[in-house]
């Protein structure tokens, strides 16, 4: 079927909303902003909604409901971002609200957790529209990976499951999700040094003791892309640190301090390899933890991921700015103050051939000779 955007979602009207996680209904959000919430501990991290009549109140829970719904599509920097609006025929004005429409037309459906959201009388559940049991065909690549207009006959194949896979992926480089062997994989564009940096960066990561994200060299229309395995499923989501930040700033905790508490060996290992390879590029969208579906808790940090910006502020040995701590650290000593804490654990030797580039092959073994020389 064609997908249309439902403009109404959010319209005078609406009613309420039921905010599901699984088979689990969370809360329900009426359209004064009135909230019933049956499960707080099951709640997203960065959503904060009160129950009770106070004004106040109901006005925040709306304003957070919106915005809620509002991440659950891609950012406006993403590139083919109007090629991938005009697809689904929705508006480019992009405002939260106009983001929360888009969402809420396809439940809010995403591939990295288990929430959805759907309106009362909707016989409908979760295992009939899950993105990670139901099919994406390959007609959306062509728009999210290299930005082609959709032609009549294949927009015809578009689902609401499918644009929400590719909608709800965050990040700026060209990607898109398709189903190889059972299950997702994401490829990744971007220009030839990007793909480059990224599968160098994965090799370089094996060498290491780290949990992280393989990337492998794949082709799509031509052009040589980066594939990787989709993390989360219907037992494990993720939860990016930007969300941590506001669940910590709701609930009085320091963020460096949870951090450490619940993923220290992996945090330190983020921070050395981060320079190791010159990543500049570690924003709190692409790093944060594990949450078990079952019980709606953070375990550990997942693992590192997204390296296409790597071999950048690479001509020194100070690196860029260490975006993980708090603070003016520069990478090299964010680095060093993290071997120190956990060595460095290397399990292999790092083979010199895998760097395409000289330049990147004799500053990454300057600075993995800084970091020798770091370790207790």
Sequence with gaps: MSFQVDLSALARGWGKYFLMHGDRRVATLREDGR????????????LYLESGDDLDARVN????????????????????????????????????????RIAL??????????????????????????????????????????????????????????????????????????????????????????????????????????????YTPDEFDGKRVSRSRLLTSLDWAIVPMEQVEIYCANHGLRRESFVLRKGAYQFYMMNILDYLVGNTDRHWGNWGFWVENRTHRMTRLYPLMDFNKAFQAYDT????????????????????????????????????????EESWREMFFQRLGVLERAEP
């Design 35 to 46: 909230c019933t919430i049956y499960y707080p501990s099951f709640l997203p991290y960065h």
């Design 105 to 214: 037309s396809y439940h809010c459906l995403s591939l990295t957790d288990i929430f959805w959201v759907k309106r009362p009388g909707e016989k409908i559940s979760f295992a009939q529209i899950n993105l990670f049991e139901h099919s994406l065909s390959g007609a959306f690549v062509d728009v999210s990976l290299v930005g082609k207009a959709l032609t009549a006959q294949n927009s015809e194949l578009l689902t609401q499951g499918e644009v929400a896979g590719d909608l709800a992926t965050q990040g700026v480089a060209p990607k898109a999700w398709v189903r190889q062997q059972e299950t997702f994989f994401l490829l990744k564009d971007g220009d030839a040094r990007d793909v480059a940096a990224e599968l160098t960066a994965s090799r370089v990561l094996d060498c290491f003791q780290a949990e992280h994200v393989r």
């Design 317 to 356: 040995l100070e690196g860029g700015r260490c975006q993980t701590l708090e603070g003016n650290l520069s990478q090299r000593e964010a680095a060093e103050r993290a071997v120190r804490a956990v060595g460095l654990n290397r399990i292999q030797p790092i083979p010199p051939e895998i760097f395409p």
């Design 61 to 100: 829970n709306l304003n957070n409901f919106i915005y809620w719904c509002a991440t659950r599509v891609l950012t406006l920097d993403r590139k083919y971002v109007k090629e991938i609006l005009n697809s689904i025929h929705a508006p480019q004005s992009f405002s939260d609200r106009d983001r929360a």
